[in-house]
């Protein structure tokens, strides 16, 4: 049972370049999420998908979009990265909206 | 203006003695609220929750206490074990949107 999977675990892009970090769950969760974790500090929401066919902007959407392709998978991606996205990225699922996430490995993106 | 705070960044007690991590909120609309466990290299995994309905909730090792005229929760480990180390961080959610404490990293000396 692999739970929340992330793809890929580590990426180094170059400012300006684009990208799509990958997201799949198969706990048939309901509700999906992006966070950012920088050095020091909390999670922070970026998008998430209270059900499938639906997505929202979180605490700090700006440079970000998501697509819920379908229940099993929420991808994110980064149009023109900027050093400032630099962080660890983690995706979340769980059963209900709101109620306790199962989180991915993360991402450890850098752009330089 | 942070909504959840865990004004401790690091905390360290002795094999077998109690743990005891804070958590403070500002926003009184927060009715939901959870504490991850976090090992390095890996994503948090879900410990314990409880609702505002409550103001206790225990799983083992495990209590969480809430004060609400206090905005103020914690997290109780007894006995704390060398396996406990790790950063433990709090959310708190409103309407289903969890916002997260900085963590607090916490060491057990054997």
């Known amino acids: 049972n692999a739970g929340v999977t992330q793809t890929p675990k580590f990426q180094v892009l170059k400012t300006g370049q684009s990208m799509t970090l990958q997201c799949a769950q198969d706990?048939?969760?309901?509700?999906m999420y992006w966070y950012r974790q920088d050095p020091g500090m909390g999670l922070r929401l970026i998008y998430y998908s209270a059900s499938e066919g639906t997505t929202d902007k979180g605490e700090v959407p700006n440079g970000y979009n998501v697509s819920r392709l379908n229940k099993r998978e929420f991808s994110l991606r980064l149009e023109s990265a900027a050093p400032s996205q630099t962080s660890v990225y983690f995706c979340a699922s769980s059963r209900g909206w709101g109620t306790e996430a199962f989180f991915g490995q993360g991402t450890r993106l850098t752009v330089v | 203006d942070q909504q959840v705070k865990q004004n401790s960044p690091s905390l360290s007690v002795q094999e077998g003695r109690i743990s005891i991590l804070n958590c403070d909120y500002t926003n009184s609309m927060f009715d939901y609220f959870l504490w991850y466990k976090k090992y390095p290299a890996e994503g948090p995994t879900f410990l314990i929750s409880i609702s505002s309905i409550k103001d206790k909730n225990e799983d083992g090792r495990f209590t969480v206490f809430l004060n609400k005229s206090a905005k103020h929760l914690s997290l109780h480990i007894v006995p704390s074990q060398p396996g406990d180390s790790a950063v433990y961080f709090c959310a708190a959610s409103d309407a289903g949107k969890s916002t997260f404490g900085d963590g607090t990293t916490l060491t057990v000396k054997p």
């Open positions: 706990m048939n969760h309901n509700s």
